[in-house]
């Protein structure tokens, strides 16, 4: 290689051609920048966090037996979280059962004495007195068959409260009891956040809230997994720290894989009034020292110029550079292997 090297540059330098010709032109897409009328952003760090919150209790004591989720789990609404044993409850529920079954043989019986009672009043064959006792014992023999049913229905609705189910669809983040813990009436058994409640709350200043508006769209970046994606401004916090006077701006996100309370994002918030700016496509966008470049094509060659991004556009950007014009291409693939002055062939567009 290195004999090779020696050998075109002492051809090149006595100008024979043909020898050491250039690499042929790099295959390159373009696209064409444009101008819209865009605010300019900021990053602001803000932290993830439940709008919605469930701090799941038993309704009913009892002895947990099993317990279905661990923190960290997703859940669909309806899905058990912890089954209470019921062997007492299924007993009593057994008893109740055949209570009930039993005051419907004794209300039958007085109700067949009644009717003969009043039959016989009727024809005047029984006293006043009998029937009045027959009608007192059919009676109270309904009451004791409804007070029978009410205590069996009880009973099977705790039998159900036995089995504590999530509210709605989302992530246990607290787990609090297991397997052979007492419950009490009221205890709490898990945490819940709501899958389709996510957040992220950033403070910014007050001189920022002019530029703010909810139900626009921001990029937002998960850091922890340099997850990129579009949130909507929902609501600005009614009240202002009373040291900072920083308020909170509430920033809705959609479901993702991976949610974990208080992890920190990334949002662009707008921090000026909207103006003509220049936007790029992301994948036009170049690395180099730490700043920003972009690769156009001049007369069949490649051409670096930096770029000055002032905002994020999800998969576009903005720049405020005045020699980004309206209609110049720039490479958007091929662009991570040119070098300034190479020659292009442009593929499409």
């Given amino acids: 290689m290195r004999l090779f090297l020696l050998v075109c540059f002492f051809f090149s330098s006595l100008a024979v051609t043909g020898y050491c010709q250039d690499p042929p032109p790099a295959k390159v897409r373009t696209a064409p920048i444009t101008k819209e009328q865009v605010s300019r952003n900021k990053p602001f760090l803000g932290i993830l966090y439940y709008d919605r919150l469930s701090k799941v209790s038993s309704e009913v004591a009892g002895l947990v037996e099993t317990i279905n989720v661990r923190s960290g789990d997703r859940v669909k609404k309806g899905e058990p979280l912890v089954q209470l044993n019921t062997d007492l409850l299924d007993q009593d ?15 039958e019986l007085a109700q067949k004495n009644y009717d003969r009672q009043k039959s016989l009043l009727e024809n005047r064959g029984a006293s006043q007195k009998k029937y009045d006792d027959a009608q007192f014992a059919y009676n109270n023999s ?4 409804q007070a029978a049913q009410h205590i069996l229905a009880r009973l099977r609705l705790q039998q159900k409260k036995s ?3 999530a509210p709605f669809d989302g992530i246990i983040l607290e787990k609090n009891v297991d397997s052979g813990d007492w419950v009490q009436q009221g205890g709490q058994v898990a945490v819940i956040g709501a899958s389709d ?12 809230l002019q530029f703010i508006q909810p139900g626009a769209e921001v990029e937002v970046v998960i850091n922890a997994f340099a997850q990129s994606l579009t949130g909507t401004i929902d609501t600005i916090d009614p009240r202002a720290d ?15 894989a991976k949610s974990v309370e208080n992890l920190s994002a990334t949002v662009h918030l707008p921090i000026s009034n909207k103006q003509q700016l220049s936007i790029i496509p992301r994948d036009a ?6 700043k920003d470049f972009v690769y156009t094509v001049k007369e069949g060659k490649a051409g ?4 000055n991004i002032v905002t994020f556009l999800g998969d576009k950007v903005a720049a405020d550079n005045p020699y980004l014009a309206p209609g110049m291409p720039v490479v958007i693939e091929g662009n991570e292997r040119l070098r300034p002055d190479q020659p292009v062939t442009i593929i499409g567009e």
């Fill in 142 to 145: 309904m009451m004791e068959q």
């Fill in 242 to 256: 009373t040291k900072t006077k920083n308020v909170s701006i509430k920033i809705r996100i959609p479901v993702i």
């Fill in 285 to 290: 966008l170049i690395k180099f020292k730490g």
């Fill in 304 to 307: 670096i110029l930096p770029v």
């Fill in 197 to 208: 409640a996510l957040f992220v709350k950033v403070p910014v200043g007050e001189t920022l």
């Fill in 93 to 107: 529920i057994k008893l109740s059962t055949t209570r009930v079954k039993q005051k419907k043989l004794e209300n």
């Fill in 163 to 165: 089995l504590i189910t």
